[in-house]
């Protein structure tokens, strides 16, 4: 049983497990539970963060809570997982050098705008064989207007960049919007595929980065 005062920095759902970095965010995302409601429970895990945690903190969470037999591990939570990109890649080359086949991130795919240089070949040295990647949406003004950011509307355009360098080094790339009254799921089918990614259409309200 978790501690209440114990940050959850791993939580199993279904047969996969999730790792839990950061609760901080680049954009901030109307259709967000966090942004909108304050709410950072997941699956009955309450995700939020006060303290940014070191990798080693993580390994032992992600161990204690057991690696063997998982589908895939998932960097994942309310917050963007590539904010903590040092602890990230030591913690994936961890998990594939463990045995770990499936290693995922789900990401805002801002993190090589963020740094300032490409790091998907970063990823893809670390062992991430997946990556979820929030599209959000099919042009530019409809993603600043429902992903706010302080890049405004050329964030769309890095994250195309990322899912586009990601596709062919990356083995499974899905790019996803959130399905919100008034977006078109064929545009963004269409703005995802046109990038060479597989599409995943989320439902609005069943959110939490899973
Ligand atoms: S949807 Fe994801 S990227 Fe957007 S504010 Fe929520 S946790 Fe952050």
């Given amino acids: 049983?978790?501690?209440?005062?114990?940050?959850?920095?791993?939580?199993?759902?279904?047969?996969?497990?999730?790792?839990?970095?950061?609760?901080?965010?680049?954009?901030?995302?109307?259709?967000?539970?966090?942004?909108?409601?304050?709410?950072?429970?997941?699956?009955?895990?309450?995700?939020?963060?006060?303290?940014?945690?070191?990798?080693?903190?993580?390994?032992?969470?992600?161990?204690?809570?057991?690696?063997?037999?998982?589908?895939?591990?998932?960097?994942t939570g309310f917050g963007e997982p590539t904010r903590r990109l040092a602890v990230l890649l030591e913690i994936a080359q961890r998990l594939r050098a463990a045995g770990v086949t499936r290693v995922r991130v789900d990401t805002d795919g801002l993190a090589s705008l963020r740094e300032g240089r490409d790091v998907v070949p970063e990823l893809a040295a670390a062992g991430v064989n997946a990556l979820s990647v929030s599209l959000n949406a099919a042009d530019s003004a409809t993603y600043a207007r429902i992903c706010p950011s302080a890049h405004g509307e050329s964030a769309w355009e890095a994250v195309r960049d990322f899912i586009r360098r990601a596709v062919g080094a990356i083995p499974d790339v899905a790019a996803s919007c959130v399905a919100l009254p008034g977006l078109s799921e064929e545009e963004c089918r269409r703005a995802a595929e046109s990038l060479g990614a597989r599409f995943r259409w989320r439902p609005y309200d069943r959110l939490g980065r899973i």
Avoid: H
């Avoid at 940050?7 to 497990?17: F, I, K, N, S, W």
């Avoid at 901030?28 to 903190?57: M, N, W």
């Avoid at 032992?60 to 591990?73: C, D, F, I, K, Y």
């Fill in 1 to 75: 049983m978790t501690d209440k005062a114990s940050p959850v920095l791993a939580y199993p759902l279904g047969d996969a497990l999730y790792l839990n970095l950061t609760s901080a965010c680049t954009l901030a995302c109307v259709f967000c539970p966090k942004i909108r409601d304050g709410d950072f429970t997941v699956g009955g895990f309450d995700l939020r963060l006060s303290q940014a945690p070191g990798a080693d903190r993580v390994w032992a969470a992600a161990q204690e809570a057991g690696l063997a037999g998982r589908s895939e591990v998932v960097f």
